[in-house]
Every structure is written in structure tokens, then in C-alpha cells.
């Protein structure tokens, strides 16, 4: 997917900033370019260990698109809503979503409502591109507005004016999960329920859980995976870390500490079937990726069983 910004649960819940969504709004389409100034993406900043960890490659958004420099190479490149959905159609993707500005959670309800509108204008036009050549495939309309529900409100009314296939749930999603539950209270009975929904970067088990009980549809986020890569795996007795020392002498099955070791919902990935946490504890110890991909094959079929849970429960009409 293209979208400028921080996914909602990188967010660090023990930082508060103010919410300037109280002002007086300023409903004005900004035709001009600005530089990046409170509206970056960790995506494009540098990754890597040294002094460049902190630089911010994201040059300029504009009425066109996006510049930014490679994190690779420096060399600069050019983002737009046209150039955003061929690429996603090259790559075959089932379902494309149009490119969009994901503000910071802190900015002013006009810096807010002019990122509305320009997300609005640039989705509009992937929405062209893509109609051009569907390809059987479909595309999401991002729904924007903060935390502020009248800009959320604008935003459905008008994205479920147009053409599209189904409608995620973007832009910040609030500071904390109480604040992503209160949004979806809201959200949720207006968003049309003819159409698929999705909720976009959320991954942690309680915004899951609550969001179905919302009628949220489907989620995406690199929590599983990323976790797994730095030492955690899913579990249900919660979060275990691999690299405790106390695991590096636990040579029975992992499901003893995991959970889950009988019956159908047992986890069928590599390491709860041929391995066991000493195992998985020496590898990364070794720096070996083998260990990684392990962890990360454990917590993908975790999320995937927690999901038929959720779905069972559907057809059972618990939900």
C-alpha cells in the first residue's frame, strides 16, 4: 500500500501530545506545495545504525505528489496518485489503495482539514487511473479525519460518493487504543455496510478483538511479524521473550509455555512442531535468521488462528 506515515500502533502510548482539533476550522483547498514540516513518515526515513538513522528523506508534498530521496541510493523520486496504482497494479495487487497523506496525531484542525481535502483530491485521481484498466482488482477508499468527527464525517460522505470497491479506515487513528475504540464507536454505523471495511495498521490482539465486536472486517500491520524479529512470540498466556534466559534450558515442546499443545487449534507452525525454545533461544544468540523466521511463522499462525476464532464466533452469533 502507499500511504505517507506512521502505522496507528507504532504510536508510543506514553506520550500525550495535545490535540489541536478544537479550532475553529478552516475548510480551505490547498492548491499550493509546501515543504514537510509536522506531517512526515517514518517510511521514509533511514533505517539504518549509523549517524543517517534520524535523516527524514521526504522532500516535499504537493498538489501532484510526493518527493522524496531513496533511502538506498539519495536519488530523488516523484509519488503520485497515478504512478502509486500502476505500481500497486505491476506488482498484482488483490486489492490496491489510493495514495493519501497520514498526518501526524498533534497538528492543527486546519493543517488536519487541508490534509483531508488533499487526501481526498489525490484518492479521487488513483480512483480514475484505476478505473481505467481494472484488472480484476479492487480498491479501497482511505477514510480520513483524524480523531476529529466532523472531518470523519465529511470524509465517508464523500468517499462513499465514488465508485469504490470497499473503505479502510486510515489516517491517525488516535494517541492510545482508548482513543481508536472511541473513533470506531463512531466511525463503524456510518460507514456503509454493503462493502467490505478495513481497519489500517492495527495489529495488536485487544484493537482486533474490539474492532471486531465493531464490525470491522479485516486488519493489516507488521506488529506480528515485527515483534517476532526482536525477540517476542504470541502466545496465549501472552507475549512470551524468547530471550529470557530461563528459556535457553527449555527443551520441552513450545506449546508447554505457548499454550495450545492439544486438540484442532493447535499451532501447526515449524517451531511448535519439530523445535523448542532452548532451540529457537541458541539460534538467535548465533544471530542465526533462521530464528527469526521461526518466531515469525509462529506468530503468523497464531494471528491466523486468533482470527478463525474471531470468525467462528461470527457464524456462531457470539459476536
Known amino acids: 500500500m502507499f500511504s505517507l506515515g506512521l502505522d496507528a500502533d507504532e504510536l508510543d502510548e506514553s506520550k500525550s501530545p495535545n490535540k489541536n482539533n478544537n479550532g475553529n476550522n478552516n475548510n480551505n483547498n490547498n492548491n499550493g506545495e509546501r515543504n514537510h514540516g509536522g506531517t512526515g513518515t517514518k517510511e521514509l526515513k533511514s533505517r539504518g545504525k549509523t549517524k543517517h538513522k534520524q535523516q527524514n528523506l521526504l522532500e516535499k508534498v504537493d498538489e501532484d505528489g510526493v518527493t522524496f530521496r531513496s533511502y538506498r541510493d539519495g536519488t530523488t523520486l516523484k509519488l503520485t496518485p497515478e ?19 497520514l498526518t501526524k496525531y498533534d ?17 479521487t485521481r488513483s480512483l480514475y487511473e484505476h478505473l481505467k484498466n ?22 465517508v460522505e464523500y468517499l462513499t460518493s465514488l465508485p469504490f470497491d470497499g473503505y479502510a479506515i486510515g489516517g491517525s487513528l488516535g494517541k492510545n487504543r482508548e482513543e481508536l475504540k472511541e473513533l470506531l464507536q463512531f466511525l463503524m454505523p456510518i460507514i456503509p455496510r454493503d462493502k467490505p471495511n478495513h481497519l489500517l495498521g492495527i495489529g495488536d490482539l485487544p484493537s482486533i478483538a474490539h474492532g471486531v465486536r465493531m464490525g470491522v472486517d479485516s486488519f493489516d500491520s507488521a506488529y506480528p511479524t515485527q515483534i517476532a524479529r526482536h525477540g517476542t512470540l504470541l502466545s496465549e498466556n501472552g507475549p512470551v521473550n524468547y530471550r529470557k534466559s530461563e528459556y535457553r534450558e527449555h527443551f520441552g515442546k513450545p506449546a508447554e509455555i505457548l499454550g495450545n499443545s492439544n486438540g484442532d487449534d493447535e499451532c501447526k507452525c515449524l517451531l511448535c512442531r519439530k523445535h523448542s525454545l532452548s532451540y529457537l533461544a541458541h539460534l538467535d544468540r548465533a544471530n542465526e535468521p533462521m530464528a527469526w523466521s521461526l518466531a515469525t511463522e509462529h506468530n503468523l499462525h497464531f494471528m491466523g488462528r486468533t482470527m478463525e476464532r474471531h470468525r467462528q464466533a461470527i457464524m456462531n452469533d457470539e459476536i
Open 107 to 123: 497538528i492543527s484542525l486546519q493543517e488536519l482539514s487541508e490534509s483531508v481535502d488533499r487526501s481526498h483530491r489525490w484518492e
Open 134 to 155: 481494472v484488472k480484476e482488482q479492487a480498491m479501497y477508499a482511505i477514510i480520513h479525519g483524524g480523531v476529529d468527527e466532523r472531518l470523519r464525517k465529511k470524509s
Open 83 to 101: 504512478s502509486s496504482v500502476q505500481a500497486q497494479k505491476n506488482i498484482g495487487c488483490d486489492i490496491i489503495l489510493p495514495l493519501d497523506e
